[in-house]
Nanobody, 117 residues
Framework: QVQLVESGGGLVQAGGSLRLSCVGPRPITSSRTMSWYRQAPGKEREFVAYIDTRDDTLYADSVKGRFTISMDNAANTVYLQMNSLKPDDTAIYYC???????????WGQGTQVTVSL
C-alpha cells in the first residue's frame, strides 16, 4: 500500500515559490534515503533531489541552486522548497525512497506543480 503522501503543489507564476511536503511512516522517513522525483507530460519520471540519514543532500543539475530538500524527523515529513520556478518545472512531483521502487503500487498520486509564464 501507498505510505507516502505528497502535498503543497499548485499553480504559480514563473519566478515564484512553492514548498512541497511528503509525510510517511517514521520507520521509512527516518531510516531511508528520501527523494523527490517529477514527471512531466510525455516524459519519464526523473530524479530531483535526495536527502540521506546523515542529512547529506544531492540535486539534479536542473534544480541545483533553486530547490532545497530538507527533513523534519519529528513530523515524519520531507520538504522540497522550490524557488525561482520556471515553466519547465511543471510536472507531477512524487516522493519516495532511493533508489526508486519499480513496483507501481508503491507510488502515490503525487502533487501537481504548474508554472505559468
Amino acid at each position: 500500500q501507498v505510505q507516502l503522501v505528497e502535498s503543497g503543489g499548485g499553480l504559480v507564476q514563473a519566478g515564484g515559490s512553492l514548498r512541497l511536503s511528503c509525510v510517511g511512516p517514521r520507520p521509512i522517513t527516518s531510516s531511508r534515503t528520501m527523494s523527490w522525483y517529477r514527471q512531466a507530460p510525455g516524459k519519464e519520471r526523473e530524479f530531483v533531489a535526495y536527502i540521506d540519514t546523515r542529512d547529506d543532500t544531492l540535486y539534479a543539475d536542473s534544480v541545483k541552486g533553486r530547490f532545497t530538500i530538507s527533513m523534519d524527523n519529528a513530523a515524519n515529513t520531507v520538504y522540497l522548497q522550490m524557488n525561482s520556478l520556471k515553466p519547465d518545472d511543471t510536472a507531477i512531483y512524487y516522493c519516495n525512497v532511493w533508489p526508486p521502487p519499480r513496483d507501481a503500487t508503491l507510488w502515490g498520486q503525487g502533487t501537481q506543480v504548474t508554472v505559468s509564464l
